[in-house]
């Protein structure tokens, strides 16, 4: 049937800010699900509190609504505009929980709003355990023994019942917040009351545990008609007992018999259809018996996941474009397959090469947190990467990770000693795949290894063959002596120029000019959906080392844009924002538009909107056989944040052109000594400093310097290991936490000015004119990282004198640094006298939140500039904002139980909302003013 002509407007409701459990994934799933719409003449209106996103931004909704995700703000939409209907799927687990509680408060029939893509009685059973648990044993589906529990009192007749080791899972949850294992009584009482204050229902599944077992997922789609299709199957490499986030996962699945799959898409159907007579996505997860193959029922969410983003970008298939248009009531069958463009999207997709998905974590940031992986998802973003084969692609996930790895080990950073490797592979942490290569190649035998981690005797023994390659590799002196079969061999299993290089204890350019002089290059192939079947339309591309050539240039100029990687501390998701303004602009100046990412979560992967889309790491040795081939004007390394940027020096060394800043400027800014005496020579103020390469030298500048001091490492992001210091001991604990930790790395010392204020400019400079976006004022004193303050838009508290001389200093130093589209400046203001802390010359975390609260499109505009098709004169633009936006940061303290939450100087925030403000009496912002002084006086 054709869609429902009486929805001519629908609501979106995102999911707010980045929190582990829930990050940018769904501002992926929401654009896809508001342009899916949007193609069919349906109004958009949609409501998210995150300005970082693109979900966000006019390009894609009819109406945006920066609001709290409250029922009090559905109402006040729903007010002033006429919704038809509201699609709550495509948000995550906050959308859905504000959706039921509007429901429940009567606000969808008082308005007379009709919820498409999932209904509330669907909701309701997944998310209740007690509801799921019998429906699954209703529709004949096993499940681990379990019972509900709403006090300690039932939660411990429970567990005597079912006896240890259980799980504790608390009720409308994300993330696995509250979920523990307990292995033993004495451990029980906490757990249990973790998990029910953690419930918002109070509420807890006391659950005989699986620990083990194998776990799977699956991505359902279903239409009005009740068809279904299982769009794709991903295996857990960890076992059960470690949350699917914090897993690495595969797809197709490689461990999974014939007869045991079709068991699976046959329950996965039957639980989907057990839910209500919704159309819309869905995800299924069991655990199965690695020795039986018995399944059992694990959760299902009526609601585009964590895990459709990975779907999608692993097989190609626009799961969130597909669910909206099915919940306005089109059929699969009418519905066409956008990769292909001639076949239907009633199809299953079919896979010809691996993906590998590798979660990405911050323990660093969270210093006495348990780094053990359990039922708590603490990772806080991801990494995917294609091959044609599963070593290849896991090798490529590892390089794409940004923490210093070129492949999996081979790469100076393996362990040696057996105890700890053992501890490690027994009580899982962020390294464990690491650490079971080590164990392999430190000869412990495969089944012990299988035994303490409980992952499939196969990928065991396929990360063996790494180990064996690596020891025929050692009977070689050089390069040259590498035999093209086996040389071939190693590139076709992932392994990177430099982990060649270091097992033959060479330098990676020999090995690189022995591969090239034998013609083993990377040949590119389509992401197509069904194996090359039919012909694909859509340019999205992997890199492997397997014949044919799929990826063939145009005669068009391009323009290449490097994305930012995996989201991180200190890097998220604006700087995906931006990379996909730049790639709009980009288009519309003329060029075709070139994006390398490796992030599955984001919008810049989507797969229509660069004009080609390379899903690689971005790391040297692939990004440089890309420009090879597609020979591009140039590339921008501005709008990927510390990612790309760190990979400028490699370009201008390779006489590749950046377009916009050149190398020189952001080599000048990063350059403490060197940008100190810029400031120096422009008559700037700055805070004293010293860079050392000793802990002696550090102590002697500290002594010029005088304390308190900040002590920081070179070149990082998110103020990494950042600290403030008052004295020599504490002096000399951080500088050798940062040479044990970055070895690589310089020591920065910089005089640290108490009670100050802090302010930051972001502008963009095209040679000529300097224009400044937006002057925000941070709430919290000097000394708290900016990522981790609340800042107002504009200033609050600066006099006018203070307010010009930064934008003084702000022109002064685009000028002198040759900047050519985005700078970001940082400012500590005491006493009236205005000091630059550092300036970055490219976009900043702030970026997006000033373009959403001023409505200026800001990023098109550096880029035009950038590209040198506009100057700033050529921008006619009025900036809209009544009273003061303020930049709040949101925090996952509690996936870190044991950490120090007081805030410093090193970032710990994973995201952040917009919250507007008419004046300076509002309540909200007075609170934020007492809370200022708690940092003033800690």
Known sequence: MPKDSSIRSVLIIGSGPIIIGQACEFDYSGTQASRSLREEGIEVTLINSNPATIMTDPVTADRIFLLPLTVESIIQILEKHQIDAVLPTMGGQTALNLALEADKQGVWDRFGVRMIGVDVAAIELAENREQFRQLMLDIGMAVAPSQI????????????????????????????????????????????????????????????AVLGWKEYELELLRDKNDNVVIICTVENLDPMGIHTGDSITVAPAMTLSDTAYQQMRNDAIRMMRSLG?????????????????????????????????????????????????????????????????????????????????????????????????????????????????????????????????????????????????????????????????DALRLGIPEKTIQKLTRIDPWYIRQIKRLVKYEEQLQRYNVAEDLPEPFFRELKQVGYSDAQIAWTLRIKESEVTRRRYALNIRRTYKLVDTCAAEFPALTPYYYSTFDGENESVPSSKKKIIVLGSGPNRIGQGIEFDYCCVHGLLAIKEAGYEAIMVNCNPETVSTDFDVADKLYFEPVYWEHLKEIIDLE????????????????????????????????????????????????????????????????????????????????????????????????????????????????????????????????????????????????????????????????????????????????????????????????????????????????????????????????????????????????????????????GYAIKVPVFSFEKFAGTDKKLGPEMKSTGEAIHFIKDLKDPYFRELERNRSMFLYQ
């Open 631 to 882: 020979k591009p004007e140039g590339v921008i390394v501005q709008l990927g944040g510390q990612t790309a940027l760190k990979l400028a020096e490699k370009l201008y060394k390779h006489g590749i052109r950046i377009i916009g800043s050149d190398f020189k400027a952001m080599d000048l800014a990063e350059d403490r000594g060197a940008f100190s005496d810029l400031l120096k020579a422009l008559s700037i103020p700055y805070p004293r400093y010293g860079v050392a390469d000793d802990v002696d030298e550090a102590l002697r500048i500290a002594a010029e310097v005088t304390y308190p001091v900040l002590v920081r490492p070179s070149y990082v992001l998110g103020g990494q290991r950042m600290r403030i210091v008052i004295n020599d001991a504490e002096l000399e604990r951080s500088v050798l936490s940062i040479f044990k930790h970055l070895p690589d790395h310089k020591v920065l010392i910089d005089q640290f000015l108490e009670r100050a204020k802090e302010a930051e400019i972001d502008a963009i400079c095209d040679g000529e004119d300097v224009l400044i976006m937006g002057i925000m004022e941070h709430i919290e004193p000097a000394g708290i990282h900016s990522g981790d303050s609340n800042a107002l838009l504009p200033t609050y508290s600066l006099s006018k004198a203070v307010v010009d001389m930064m934008v003084k200093y702000t022109q002064q130093l685009a000028y002198a640094l040759n900047i050519k589209g985005l700078i970001n400046i940082q400012f500590a203001i005491k006493n009236e006298k205005v000091y630059v802390i550092e300036a970055n010359p490219r976009a900043s975390r702030t970026t997006p939140f000033i373009a959403k609260a001023y409505q200026v499109p800001f990023l098109k505009m550096a880029t035009q500039v950038m590209l040198g098709t506009h100057k700033i004169k050529d921008f006619k633009f009025e900036p809209k904002l009544e």
């Open 277 to 437: 007579n919704f159309a819309g996505g869905c995800n299924v997860q069991f655990a199965q018996n690695p020795e039986t193959e018995q399944l059992i029922a694990v959760e299902i969410n009526p609601r585009v996941s964590r895990s459709s983003a990975l779907a999608s970008k692993a097989t190609g298939y626009p799961i969130a474009k597909i669910a909206a248009k099915l919940a306005i009531g089109y059929h699969l069958d009418e519905l066409k397959n956008q990769i292909t463009g001639t076949t239907s999207a009633y199809f299953e997709p079919s896979l010809d090469y691996v993906i590998v998905k590798m979660p990405r974590w911050n323990f660093d940031k969270f210093q006495g947190a348990d780094e053990r992986l359990g039922l708590q998802m603490k990772s806080v973003g991801e990494v995917m990467a294609i091959g044609r084969n599963f070593l290849e692609a896991l090798q490529k996930a590892c390089q794409s990770q940004e923490n210093g790895r070129a492949g999996l080990g081979a790469d100076k950073k393996e362990w040696i000693n057996t105890q700890d490797i053992l501890r490690r592979l027994e009580h899982a942490s962020d390294d464990r795949i690491y650490r079971l290569k």
């Open 149 to 208: 529990a709403n006090s300690f009192l039932e939660g411990y007749e429970a567990a005597q019942a079912i006896g240890f080791p259980l799980v504790i899972r608390p009720s409308f949850t994300l993330g696995g917040t509250g979920g523990s294992f307990v292995f033993k009584e004495s451990e029980f009482a906490e757990a249990i009351k973790r998990g029910l204050d953690a419930s918002p229902t109070h509420e807890v599944l006391v659950e005989k």
